[in-house]
């Protein structure tokens, strides 16, 4: 059974920063690409920033500058270290990992990101 837990969420104060951690169980987890989504309020989920099975690495114009995607192949966990956090980056934070030669795409439960000004 493929499971993504995400954990490291919680409300900070604008400027201030928060780090993510998604950690994975089921899955060749190096054979993956991982992402960071997040949805907000009446929006829809949006892309924040994915990094391959060969750890390149692209950001959400958004984030770019302040977020940074990592992952730990031998923990089979990704982070994502969120820096200079606005209150616009409020928003239920998702892993996802996605195989597009194997076809196959799991997603986490979320975890809540609030940023207060």
């Known amino acids: 059974q493929v499971q993504l837990v995400e954990s490291g969420g919680g409300s900070v104060q604008d400027g201030r920063s928060l780090r993510l951690s998604c950690s994975a169980s089921?899955?060749?987890?190096?054979?993956?690409?991982m992402g960071w989504y997040r949805q907000a309020p009446g929006k829809q989920r949006e892309l924040v920033a994915i990094?391959?099975?060969?750890?390149?690495?692209s950001y959400a114009d958004s984030v770019k500058g302040r977020f940074t995607i990592s992952r730990d192949n031998a923990k089979n966990t990704v982070y994502l270290q969120m820096n200079s956090l606005k209150p616009e980056d409020t928003a239920v934070y998702y892993c996802?990992?996605?195989?597009?030669?194997?076809?196959?795409?799991?997603w986490g439960q979320g975890t809540q990101v609030t940023v207060s000004s």
């Open positions: 996802n990992s996605r195989n597009v030669i194997r076809g196959t795409e799991y």
């Open positions: 089921g899955i060749i987890f190096s054979l993956y690409a």
């Open positions: 990094i391959t099975s060969r750890s390149t690495t």
